[in-house]
């Protein structure tokens, strides 16, 4: 019963939101005939930790030790902040605010998602899936998949989808510099 308490609050939210998106989408000027984009792209990064070492560091709250500044949540719910399936929060970068909603965080089942909004212009998907290599190593399968909410954001889907295709690279060496600190402590 837990579980469903746990699971109703981030499910509703995420039905309101795409609810909302799609009322936005039915009053919006007709159609030029270009559809809405929707673009997925997906990486992998080898942490050099043991899974359960790895995991929380791909947690809104464990994010901020290596995504850098601009990674900054300001969590809704819960409160005080921490990590857990149906978590709220926003964050702001330099193409808006964002309102995210970590939809699965199953440790056990080795699998996070989140799903965020930024208003009049795309939903993201962010799937996280973990793979022990072996006793001191993991490896992280993200996918992003984002789709705008009109065609006038296409632009923006597309240079965000862009982005996504250097960030493994990106996400690797944030990570190791991380961890290199802590060998460094």
Do not use: C
């Not at 290596?66 to 929060?89: L, M, Q, S, T």
């Not at 065609?151 to 990106?170: C, I, L, R, W, Y």
């Amino acid at each position: 019963m837990r579980i469903r308490l746990a699971v109703a609050p981030a499910a509703l939210l995420l039905v309101l939101i795409l609810i909302l998106a799609m009322v936005h989408l039915h009053m919006q000027k007709p159609s030029t005939g270009e559809a809405p984009m929707h673009l997925v792209n997906s990486f992998d990064v080898d942490v050099r930790l043991p899974y359960a070492q790895a995991a929380p560091l791909f947690g809104p709250e464990g994010e901020r030790a290596w995504a850098g500044d601009d990674w900054n949540p300001a969590f809704i719910h819960p409160r005080p902040a921490h990590d857990e399936e149906g978590a709220v929060f926003t964050v702001r970068h330099a193409h808006g605010k964002s309102v995210w909603v970590n939809t699965a965080f199953d440790v056990p089942g080795m699998h996070f998602q989140y799903v965020y909004f930024i208003a009049d212009k795309l939903v993201t998907t962010i799937d996280v899936r973990f793979t022990p290599l072996d006793a001191q190593d993991t490896k992280v399968h993200v996918t992003y998949a984002r789709t705008a909410l009109t065609a006038a954001a296409n632009k923006h889907v597309q240079s965000m989808a862009d982005g996504d295709k250097k960030a493994g690279a990106e996400w690797q060496s944030a990570i190791d510099k991380y961890l290199a600190s802590l060998q460094q402590h």
